[in-house]
């Protein structure tokens, strides 16, 4: 049941249309999160600016608009030295979002506020070192995974987001379904990537996710209503590193990316692989 609000709180409130608790930390959540997909942002990057509103009312235990200008920048500096330059912009841009563009209040202070970009080095792995890596793994589903992200040139959540028909076996498209900035794209399928997945579906054969998740027991594929997880990824790429005896620092997933095997030819030792069934 929704608590009624006290006339203070009822005058402060700058959206009266909202149907929840104003005290309610999820509640203005969702409503962040809702308001940026409006805005044509994907959800996935709306509920990562609005986790940022739900955290500020969590460290103060009162309705956002009952914050001052003092408050957010003493939240601000807190979380400032907790967050790195790409999850600082995160916290300004939710924050911004919420006060200056919902709220219309004139703060100076979240006009002002930016956040640093870390300029580093990319890690660069060798042929030698990506032949390594793929010959390492062990686990079928990491492996195509892996190959789809490497050789498609995708990022970490449009592999994991894959669907059975997003793929164009004629025509050898990849469809990429609301991608960074919602956006909608086609990257090239190469041949030899399109044979690992068509020896990997099989596996599992779930209608709705071309990399499900597969559960504790690893059975799970063909009814799972989920894809796989980013932390089961992130675990497997660092295992399959270890494995390949690979200890440069600042390599993930998204190294790969930039790898993509349409634009540097695979050597001989990275033809797709079988595996036991």
Known sequence: MQRESSPETRKLNPLPDIGFDVSDPNGWYRYVADSFVLTGLSR??????????????????????????????????????????????????????????LFKYDWELLKAARAKYEILEPTILSREEIARLFNSIKMPHIYSYLRTVYSCGLRLDEALHLRPGDIDRAGGIVHVRQGKGAKDRKVVLPSFTLKILERYWPRHRNRYWLFPALGRDGKG???ADRPMSKSAVHGGMRRQLKRAGITKSRVSVHTLRHYAESRIMPSPALHPRSFPA
């Open 44 to 101: 996935r990057s709306g509920e990562a600016y609005a986790r940022e509103v739900r955290i500020l009312m969590r460290r103060f235990d009162r309705p956002p608009f009952m914050l001052t200008e003092a408050d957010v920048r003493t939240f601000v500096l807190e979380r400032y030295e907790k967050l790195n330059g790409s999850s600082q912009r995160i916290l300004y841009r939710g924050l911004r979002f919420l006060f200056n563009d």
């Open 221 to 223: 594929g063909p009814t």
